[in-house]
T-cell receptor, first 112, second 116 residues
Framework: NAGVTQTPKFQVLKTGQSMTLQCAQD?????MYWYRQDPGMGLRLIYY???????DKGEVPNGYNVSRLNKREFSLRLESAAPSQTSVYFC???????????FGQGTRLTVV | AQTVTQSQPEMSVQEAETVTLSCTYD???????LFWYKQPPSRQMILVIR??????QNATENRFSVNFQKAAKSFSLKISDSQLGDAAMYFC?????????????FGEGTQLTVNP
């Protein structure tokens, strides 16, 4: 079972470059999420998609855009990377409100 | 908005002993879920235990149990007979059932060290 798959696992970007983090889940889940993890701050929600065709901002959306391409895929785009976006990014999915979320393995992104 | 607070950035325990990790949260909602996740050095987020707010009985999963105090908005995790493999970052999380998307809100995390 693949679960939630994120690519890439590691990435180094120069300031001003753009990139897209890919996320796919094979569990037929309705809701998908993007979090960033920074030391001492836990995981903070960037964007989420409650269902296919909808996306909404979370706590820290500035500098990011998302696309819910279909039920399986939810991508996160950095249009012009900044050093403050150096972080570990997690994609997660959830089938319904009464369960936990399932996480990908994370992407460690460094912006220099 | 809901907030989750873990006031212990680091904890340590001797192998085979018991440790309790603290978590408090703030909400005006009456129905919600609470979780503890474990994050080992591999970075993978692993669900440890889940508690439904409408249930008074504390959840238990093998050596892991919670002390859920709804009125006090407290949700602590007790690890009994600690093992070396329990060493990890532990996150407390709150799941709203009323907010659109039902997203998870996380605490800051507690780094647990298990000493042999």
């Amino acid at each position: 079972n693949a679960g939630v798959t994120q690519t890439p696992k590691f990435q180094v970007l120069k300031t001003g470059q753009s990139m897209t983090l890919q996320c796919a889940q094979d569990m037929n889940h309705n809701s998908m999420y993007w979090y960033r993890q920074d030391p001492g701050m836990g995981l903070r929600l960037i964007y989420y998609s409650a269902s296919e065709g909808t996306t909404d901002k979370g706590e820290v959306p500035n500098g990011y855009n998302v696309s819910r391409l279909n039920k399986r895929e939810f991508s996160l785009r950095l249009e012009s990377a900044a050093p403050s976006q150096t972080s570990v990014y997690f994609c997660a999915s959830s089938p319904r409100v009464y369960t936990e979320a399932f996480f990908g393995q994370g992407t460690r992104l460094t912006v220099v | 908005a809901q907030t989750v607070t873990q006031s212990q950035p680091e904890m340590s325990v001797q192998e085979a002993e018991t440790v309790t990790l603290s978590c408090t949260y703030d909400t005006s909602e009456s129905d919600y879920y609470l979780f503890w996740y474990k994050q080992p050095p591999s970075r993978q987020m692993i669900l440890v235990i889940r508690q439904e707010a409408y249930k008074q009985q504390n959840a238990t999963e093998n050596r892991f149990s919670v002390n859920f105090q709804k009125a006090a908005k407290s949700f602590s995790l007790k690890i009994s007979d600690s093992q070396l493999g329990d060493a990890a970052m532990y996150f407390c999380a709150y799941r709203s059932l009323e907010t659109s998307g039902s997203r998870l809100t996380f605490g800051e995390g507690t780094q647990l060290t298990v000493n042999p």
